[in-house]
């Protein structure tokens, strides 16, 4: 039976977060290097906040973090972050001009709603992805990198497959706080090359 309150869940009470997935974040970070003081940081499928919550952290007032959801978020940040309620999907790239030179790094923790069928939900997990990967060709810097879930399944290698023509690297990575028992993967993309073409 899946259990509810693991310790990451106990962790994130303990410490005030506002999501457990906070720490898939972290340790992505801590592996990756993903996030520097300074940086511009669009953060897609926000709500409710915990990782936008860490990237303003990271980032220091010298950074910028957008940020864009379905739903709320309704905690405050200090510094510099900007929230947009909106459906990703919709998105053309131009919505955050405060980012005026782009951005160093596009994250996504999107989760679809699941109907519970694995094939569906695979599939709208992978519209999602390759909304975002899309978005990161327009909105991300050179050298820039991307993080972005995915339900794993049949379609998975060929999409990390595809990246590898325009970033320097591709990894699939399951952080310790995504639970054993879900699908959930991050596709993580390091050092975009904006003349790289799709493989
Ligand atoms: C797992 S939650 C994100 C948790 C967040 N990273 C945090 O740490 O607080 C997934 C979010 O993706 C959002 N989402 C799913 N599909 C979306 C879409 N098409 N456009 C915008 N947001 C979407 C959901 O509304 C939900 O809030």
């Not at 309150?5 to 974040?25: I, P, T």
């Not at 300074?38 to 910028?64: H, Q, T, Y």
Request: charged share 30%; with cysteine.
């Amino acid at each position: 039976m899946k259990k509810l309150h693991d310790r990451f869940f106990k962790q994130a009470k303990r410490e005030g977060k506002l999501a457990r997935s906070v720490y898939k974040l972290e340790e992505l970070d801590r592996r990756e290097r993903l996030l520097r003081k300074g940086d511009n940081v669009l953060d897609l499928g926000a709500s409710p906040g915990s990782w936008l919550e860490c990237i303003v952290e990271k980032i220091g007032p010298g950074g910028m973090a957008c940020a864009v959801d379905l739903k709320l978020i309704h905690k405050k940040f200090k510094g510099k972050a900007h929230f947009k309620k909106m459906n990703v999907l919709e998105m053309r790239g131009d919505e955050f001009p405060e980012a005026a030179g782009g951005f160093d790094v596009v994250l996504s923790d999107m989760a679809p709603n699941t109907s519970g069928i694995k094939l569906v939900d695979q599939v709208r997990s992978l519209k999602l992805c390759e909304k975002v990967a899309e978005l990161a060709g327009k909105m991300l810097k050179p050298g820039g990198n991307m993080v972005c879930k995915m339900l794993y399944g049949p379609e998975t290698e060929q999409f990390r497959t595809r990246l590898a023509g325009r970033y320097a690297v591709v990894k699939i990575r399951k952080p310790c706080a995504s639970r054993v028992e879900s699908a959930e993967t991050y596709i993580v993309a390091l050092g975009f090359k904006p003349n790289g073409a799709e493989r």
